[in-house]
């Protein structure tokens, strides 16, 4: 059964320290997106990747947030320094491209700055 | 650009009661359109997606939705309820352009009560 995974699933941390959130795409997928979820703001795109290739990153804060996608099979979100308006769920999804596909999500990342 | 309006935000209603969840779009070109579903706790799931041809979708779970061109609408239904259809529910679109990336709803909450 082909999922997303991510981890971790919980995350507390304190104002300051770094965060690393982990993903896991499908097998095969060539497009990984970030999204961050809270209540407020609904689903936000924080950046997506084709072929490990960044390719929109304007939804991510350029000063304290970083997204990579060291090989095919996992790509990485990073938090530094993290700030408390930065808790919310974070959901990694893949995919054979955009526009008329499917996008497969994981369970998320909950994060809480405190 | 595109964009996406879920008419409303909270949805409740009774075991075996029909229900519609409403989603406007704004489109200046084709038009692809999804609607997924997120349970508790859970990333976001296709729930079904209108590509072309016959505007009635059937999706997952008994829930189907239709495009309607003229009304630049595409409402979710289901006849039937179930407690377990208890979700939120995301209807979203294809930005135009070459990035093509997802135009989301803010979510509409689904509350089915016994």
């Known amino acids: 059964d082909a999922r997303v995974t991510q981890t971790p699933r919980d995350k507390v941390t304190e104002m300051g320290q770094e965060v690393t959130m982990r993903c896991q795409p499908i097998?095969?997928?060539?497009?990984v997106f970030w999204y961050r979820q809270t209540m407020m703001q609904g689903l936000e795109l924080l950046a997506y990747f084709r072929n490990r290739a960044p390719l929109d990153d304007s939804g991510m804060p350029k000063d304290r947030f970083s997204a990579e996608m060291p090989d095919a099979t996992l790509a990485t979100l990073k938090i530094q320094p993290s700030e408390p308006r930065d808790s919310a769920v974070y959901f990694c999804a893949s995919g054979l491209g955009w526009g008329s596909t499917e996008a497969f999500f994981g369970q998320g990342t909950r994060l809480t700055v405190v | 650009a595109q964009s996406v309006t879920q008419l409303d935000s909270q949805v409740p209603v009774f075991e075996e009661a029909p229900v519609e969840l409403r989603c406007n779009y704004s489109?200046?070109?084709?038009?692809?359109l999804f609607w997924y579903v997120q349970y508790p706790n859970q990333g976001l799931q296709l729930l079904l997606k209108?590509?072309?041809?016959s505007t009635l979708v059937k999706g997952i779970n008994g829930f189907e939705a239709e495009f309607n061109k003229s009304q630049t609408s595409f409402h979710l239904r289901k006849p039937s309820v179930h407690i377990s259809d208890t979700a939120e529910y995301f209807c979203?679109?294809?930005?135009?352009?070459?990035?093509?990336?997802?135009?989301w709803g803010l979510g509409t909450s689904l509350a089915v009560n016994p």
């Open positions: 489109s200046s070109v084709s038009v692809y």
């Open positions: 209108y590509l072309s041809g």
């Open positions: 979203a679109v294809p930005n135009a352009g070459n990035n093509r990336k997802l135009i």
């Open positions: 097998l095969g997928h060539n497009t």
